[in-house]
């Protein structure tokens, strides 16, 4: 049974038809990537599946319940958590205080006045391992907006994943980082496949990272579908190769 | 005790000292007891903003509606209802409280200088209520016949009426509860959602906060404080009228938090002072004291994004 289903959906804005009929299914455990050129509507397609964005037409399921028109803080209550293309954090705020308010609206406390001492010890239990899974813990007190870019890419993950979500959307999680940083950073999201057996849908540039993680790959061009398949099978493709893969291995 | 947090526990000490003391030293240095309860008074009502404004990250230049309606609500208690001053302050605050939960889901989904606009539209409103309703409020003269009691504990009785030194010590413990409980709800899980709405409603959004829901709850606790100190405000001068609704009131709320320094807990309540004693002091001098304020606040904004507060924490962290 297929954890999210998205049948058909299509966005249009005025005239321009960024998404259009675009259908896929993501099973529980499974690590798909979204890969198409500039302007092909990938962000617009994981904006319909988050909720930042409803569709003009077609349908998400998530779980087999209706999320079209789900606002988006339910949906992340439903186990939906995203990351975005450019990084959403609280910049004034301790990486620290950035995990804290996740951790805390996961466990039921985001209109809490208080604390018993020991949902506090929970709560911070639960940060400090978030900290240590990502190889932040040494940075815990310093202020987001002061960490290197890696850093901050990090630290935005761990709040989708503090979440606790059984999806996890990645918007680009190595837009913009040198080699060391996206080395770092794919292997973070190949533990979190692995050991947890999260489901992940990610849209990823870096060809290397997604032939490395990637269990299917979708491509979109120009809004709609162009190919999907297990990595070999569009490395093979030669429509993809012609509108994408040529160029961007050349 | 890190460095920061042991600086707020400082400043916080001193800041309950200078108050507590107030009535002692503030004639010594040409102040005197009404002086001080009007700078508690407005430094909770821009405290009370700030919660909404440094915490929350929404303006209301509206603020002024429900401290009026707070100062309104306890002169129509006692002068037509029930001559207490307790029973005054708490059906002030509720006409306050209810009024700005009432507004609230019809503004919250606006931000920025729209969600402004309409909280100033809806204050002139209840302006315009109080000034128009002659027959109950008094209109343009204002609301009058009417006193704070004397307040009585059973065993014995606190003469607030003539004791200006016992109103500002009955003032200060108002505003130390509201002023406790604005602390205490600020370092609650649902104080560090409203933190994460302002630093980015965006990520707020998408970690689960339903923003809008907490924008209201925010501004309806921030209301509910700014009609205590709207209700304190009335008792203060005997006296209301519609001027303590009008959006001006609004804006002197708004100087005195960011004078102060918006981003600090007590910032506005500095704010407060600066603002009451430079119009204590320039209105004596002149008629255009408020060209006087208007140029110090410009020159704040202006060089010291952070308020004064925000200058003086750099100090003491240099």
Not at chain 1, 30 to 40: K, S, Y
Not at chain 1, 187 to 197: A, F, P
Request: aromatic share 10%.
């Amino acid at each position: 049974m297929s954890l999210l289903r998205v049948e058909n959906v299509s966005k249009q804005f005025g005239s321009l038809i960024a998404v259009n009929g675009v259908s896929m299914n993501v099973e529980p455990g499974e690590l798909r990537a979204v890969i198409g050129p500039n302007g092909a509507g990938k962000t617009t397609f994981f904006n319909l599946i988050s909720g930042f964005l409803t569709p003009t037409a077609g349908r998400v399921t998530f779980d087999n319940e209706d999320i079209t028109h789900m606002l988006p803080a339910r949906r992340v209550w439903k186990g939906i958590a995203r990351t975005f293309q450019i990084t959403e954090v609280f910049p004034e705020l301790s990486v620290r205080e950035n995990l804290r308010v996740p951790v805390e609206v996961a466990a039921g406390h985001r209109l809490s006045p208080w604390l018993s001492a020991d949902d506090d010890g929970e709560i911070r239990a639960r940060v400090t391992d978030l900290m240590d899974m990502s190889g932040l813990a040494d940075k815990a007190d310093r202020l987001v907006g002061e960490l290197s870019h890696g850093d901050q890419r990090a630290t935005e993950i761990m709040m989708a994943l503090a979440l606790k979500p059984r999806l996890l959307l990645l918007d680009e999680p190595t837009a913009g980082m040198g080699d060391q940083e996206t080395y770092d950073i794919a292997q973070l999201i190949r533990k979190l496949h692995k050991d947890q057996s999260l489901t992940i849908v990610l849209i990823e540039h870096d060809m290397r990272v997604v032939f490395h993680l990637a269990d299917r790959i979708m491509v979109l061009a120009e809004g709609a579908m162009l190919a999907e398949g297990t990595p070999k099978e569009i490395a093979a493709n030669e429509t993809v190769q012609a509108a994408y893969l040529g160029k961007a291995a050349a | 005790m890190n460095p920061i947090d042991y600086n707020k526990y400082t400043a916080t000490v001193i800041v309950w000292l200078l108050l507590l003391t107030m009535p002692f030293w503030l004639p010594a240095i040409g102040g005197y007891s009404e002086l001080g309860t009007r700078v508690v008074v407005l430094g909770l009502a821009a405290m009370s903003l700030n919660f909404l404004l440094g915490y929350t990250g929404v303006l209301s230049f509206g603020h002024a509606a429900y401290f009026g309606l707070g100062a309104y609500g306890v002169g129509l208690t006692i002068r037509y209802l029930v001559p207490s001053t307790g029973v005054g302050i708490v059906a002030g605050t509720l006409i306050g409280t209810i009024a700005g939960a009432i507004i609230g889901p019809m503004i919250v989904r606006l931000r920025g200088v729209y969600f402004a606009m309409v909280t100033i539209a809806f204050g002139q409103v209840f302006f315009f209520i109080a000034f128009r309703w002659h027959s109950v409020t008094g209109g343009d003269d204002g609301l009058t016949d009417w006193s704070r009691m004397p307040i009585n504990l059973g065993f014995t009785t606190i003469d607030i009426q003539h004791d200006a030194r016992a109103f500002y010590y009955l003032v200060l413990v108002v505003f130390a509860i509201a002023v406790g409980a604005m602390a205490w709800i600020l370092r609650s899980p649902f104080g560090r959602t409203l933190i994460a709405i302002r630093e980015n409603e965006r990520r707020a959004r998408f970690l689960g906060i339903p923003v809008d829901q907490h924008i209201w709850i925010a501004w309806t606790i921030s209301c509910c404080f700014v009609s205590v100190a709207g209700a304190l405000y009335a008792l203060l001068n005997n006296f209301v009228d519609p001027r303590a609704l009008y959006w001006t009131q609004s804006g002197d709320f708004v100087i005195m938090a960011v004078l102060g320094g918006m981003r600090s807990f007590w910032g506005p309540l500095l704010g407060a002072a600066i603002f009451v004693v430079l119009q204590d002091y320039l209105s004596s001098q002149t008629q255009n004291w408020m060209s006087f304020v208007g140029l110090f606040f410009v020159l704040v904004v202006l060089f010291f994004p952070r308020g004064v507060l925000g200058i003086i924490k750099r100090k003491v962290a240099s």
